[in-house]
């Protein structure tokens, strides 16, 4: 069978699913399509995939993909039938040959849109010290500072508030989620929109 990574987006009503609901829906829609995809083994087979890493409730991404393995197509006919099949929200880009492994994956580009009365100037101090936030993980709530696990983060200021546009860890236990870097620049804003737009390795170099 052909090892195929599977490019889509998760945007618009999508980003209201959460990560397991996608599992669903990407499933689904590979079954819809009529591809012969590997199954797991065991008394209840279903389509072995390998998903990127999740995103949280409500954020978007231009960049998520899934591995799995396809036989009886190429790539392109591959692209075609799911972009056919995959549900509003859910748009497929490309299929094509896994390059690298997930593990290769170490950071994260995002751009994050706050409606805030903080100006650019003001969270660009910000962003320049130390960053605590109380994060929660498998072993309760821990007060953190952020800031080593951003990479890079520029401010611009817009019509109604901020966007940023960071590059954070995102590599095993010290993942960030972008979010944390929202709540700790303005707890108070009154919306927060989060784009996640492309994965990097250690070097720097484009995943995919």
Known sequence: ????????????????????????????????????????????PHPKMVFSMPLSLYQ????????????????????????????????????????????????????????????AAEVTAALSGPMPVEKRGKSGVRTLDIRPLIRDCSVA????????????????ESYLNPSYIASFLDPTADDVRVMRLRFLQADGSAFC
Not at 79 to 87: G, H, M, N, V
């Open 1 to 44: 069978m052909l090892p195929v990574r599977v490019f889509f987006e998760k945007t618009g009503l999508a980003r209201y699913i959460s990560h397991l609901d996608l599992q669903r829906a990407v499933r689904r829609a590979v079954e819809r399509s009529g591809l012969s995809v590997r199954q797991t083994e065991g008394f209840n």
């Open 60 to 119: 978007e991404s231009v960049c998520e993909f899934v591995d799995m393995q396809i036989g009886g197509a190429d790539y392109a006919e591959i692209t075609a039938r799911l972009a056919a099949a995959f549900p509003p929200g859910l748009r497929v880009t490309s299929a094509s040959e896994p390059v690298f492994p997930i593990k290769r994956i170490k950071y994260a580009a995002y751009r994050i849109g706050m409606v805030t009365a903080r100006t």
């Open 157 to 172: 200021q817009t019509a109604d508030g901020l966007t940023l546009e960071a590059t954070v860890d995102a590599s095993g």
